[in-house]
């Protein structure tokens, strides 16, 4: 069975550049070996991410997110299951927020800043969709 898995955390401390490259290597390293993809958004020191995959996988993987000294106000946003993946192209996609259009933002929140804690699951949702049709998620394929 798959389910899709929404969530959101702050980091604990500044994350730079070599930082989230780091995490995306090993979420792009070890999730094609239990079947997960999934897109990441980083921002201001804010994760929002969406992870797909058999329900066992998926949740073992949020409750090692969860439980990450390096993160903080773990909140899940969306869990559902679903026929098929939204995200399929990617062991983990990455959205750099300071290319994208500042308006897409401002379209599913209050401002054009990424506050997952202030938007319904379903804005975060239509965001990533969004993000994805419009070529914004990068990063190397599942």
């Known amino acids: 069975m798959l389910v899709r898995l929404m969530y959101a955390s702050r980091a604990v401390e500044p994350l730079g550049a070599d930082d989230l490259n780091a995490i995306l290597?090993?979420?792009?390293?070890?999730?094609?070996?239990?079947?997960v993809t999934g897109?990441?958004?980083?921002?201001g020191g804010i994760f929002l991410q969406a992870?797909?995959?058999g329900r066992s996988a998926v949740n073992a993987l949020y409750l090692r997110i969860a439980a990450?000294?390096?993160h903080r106000d773990v909140e899940l946003l969306?869990?559902?299951?679903?026929?098929e993946r939204r995200f399929t192209g990617w062991s983990m996609g990455q959205v750099n927020l300071a290319r994208v259009n500042p308006a897409l933002l401002l379209?599913?929140?209050d401002t054009a800043v990424l506050d997952p804690y202030a938007a319904c699951s379903k804005a975060s949702m239509a965001l990533f969709d969004e993000l994805v049709a419009t070529?914004?998620?990068?990063g190397q394929g599942a």
């Open 39 to 43: 897109v990441l958004c980083h921002a």
């Open 135 to 138: 070529a914004s998620v990068m």
């Open 107 to 109: 379209k599913y929140s």
């Open 51 to 53: 992870l797909e995959g």
């Open 78 to 83: 969306g869990y559902q299951e679903i026929e």
């Open 68 to 70: 990450d000294p390096r």
């Open 25 to 35: 290597r090993t979420s792009r390293a070890r999730n094609p070996a239990v079947g």
